[in-house]
């Protein structure tokens, strides 16, 4: 299916997480079924890295906080950041619905120091669900840069994101993707050695028998593997110390990470600060 693009001067994310953000939130809502298997992982390696109950948690780019309220129901402190309003508004109704604390503040993780204003120091900082790549790979220097700024000297980092040698082996140039009455169209190219997936995303809604476009897209995505991961997060001042694989699985338990790995669970630590 060819997909011509028009030109725009808005970066893809806007267009999609803020101006049309109902077009993505079906896409959003078929990953509830893997949150308990998720906030179970996540629960797990913080255990593992020596962060306590009770932690503060930053949830950077949290979506509609299917992470961020079950990880509140566990006893974290916890902080939501995103840039859809859209999104903060169906997870301030989700926390409410369960009944706990979690305090939301809208804004770009690029800027996530400036967004969170005059919040203390988090022990942790969460990226899940492929929530960075978006810019390239410098900007994920300055995103994860930013996670370091915000958080405590001895905080810990988990990441959890598409793994490259997996997309390598089951990359197609064209793909459809159903959730609920939309459909997502994606053509494209990925370029392994640079880890660049570069094409057209096409969201259309059925109306009977018909589609409708609603919104096309350019986008560009970044994707790594443990080596260029370790190598980008070491930029923005955390080392990494451990990673793991599954293949998203509800309920599966973390494995060692391999090139048939679909995710990889990145755990870093931030670099001690020189005087």
């Given at each position: 299916?060819?997909?011509?693009?028009?030109?725009?001067?808005?970066?893809?994310?806007?267009?999609?997480?803020?101006?049309?953000?109902?077009?993505?939130?079906?896409?959003?809502?078929?990953?509830?079924?893997?949150?308990?298997?998720?906030?179970?992982?996540?629960?797990?390696?913080?255990?593992?890295?020596?962060?306590?109950?009770?932690?503060?948690?930053?949830?950077?780019?949290?979506?509609?906080?299917?992470?961020?309220?079950?990880?509140?129901?566990?006893?974290?402190?916890?902080?939501?950041?995103?840039?859809?309003?859209?999104?903060?508004?169906?997870?301030?109704?989700?926390?409410?619905?369960?009944?706990?604390?979690?305090?939301?503040?809208?804004?770009?993780?690029?800027?996530?120091?400036?967004?969170?204003?005059?919040?203390?120091?988090?022990?942790?900082?969460?990226?899940?669900?492929?929530?960075?790549?978006?810019?390239?790979?410098?900007?994920?220097?300055?995103?994860?840069?930013?996670?370091?700024?915000?958080?405590?000297?001895?905080?810990?980092?988990?990441?959890?994101?598409?793994?490259?040698?997996?997309?390598?082996?089951?990359?197609?140039?064209?793909?459809?993707?159903?959730?609920?009455?939309?459909?997502?169209?994606?053509?494209?190219?990925?370029?392994?050695?640079?880890?660049?997936?570069?094409?057209?995303?096409?969201?259309?809604?059925?109306?009977?028998?018909?589609?409708?476009m609603k919104l096309l897209l350019d986008m560009e995505h970044q994707l790594y593997d443990r080596e260029t991961m370790?190598?980008?997060?070491?930029?923005?001042?955390?080392?990494?110390?451990?990673?793991?694989?599954?293949?998203?699985?509800?309920?599966?338990?973390?494995?060692?990470?391999?090139?048939?790995?679909?995710?990889?669970?990145?755990?870093?630590?931030?670099?001690?600060?020189?005087?």
């Open positions: 299916m060819a997909i011509k693009q028009g030109a725009t001067t808005k970066h893809w994310t806007q267009r999609l997480f803020v101006e049309h953000a109902e077009l993505y939130l079906p896409f959003l809502e078929k990953a509830e079924e893997r949150t308990v298997g998720e906030v179970d992982a996540l629960v797990t390696l913080f255990e593992r890295s020596g962060v306590p109950q009770g932690a503060r948690v930053l949830d950077a780019a949290c979506g509609t906080g299917r992470h961020a309220v079950a990880l509140a129901q566990r006893g974290y402190e916890i902080i939501g950041l995103d840039v859809s309003p859209l999104y903060l508004r169906l997870a301030k109704e989700r926390a409410k619905g369960a009944g706990v604390r979690v305090r939301w503040v809208e804004g770009d993780v690029l800027d996530a120091v400036s967004a969170l204003g005059h919040e203390k120091p988090f022990d942790v900082a969460i990226s899940m669900f492929n929530s960075h790549g978006y810019w390239g790979r410098q900007r994920d220097v300055r995103l994860f840069g930013q996670l370091k700024a915000a958080t405590y000297p001895y905080a810990t980092l988990v990441v959890l994101t598409s793994h490259a040698p997996w997309l390598e082996q089951v990359w197609r140039d064209e793909t459809v993707e159903s959730a609920g009455p939309l459909r997502l169209y994606q053509t494209g190219t990925f370029d392994a050695k640079a880890g660049t997936l570069t094409g057209d995303r096409a969201y259309f809604e059925e109306h009977g028998d018909d589609l409708k370790a190598a980008m997060l070491a930029e923005s001042g955390w080392d990494v110390v451990e990673a793991y694989g599954n293949d998203r699985v509800p309920g599966e338990e973390l494995a060692p990470l391999n090139d048939d790995s679909m995710t990889m669970w990145v755990v870093a630590k931030a670099t001690p600060r020189t005087q």
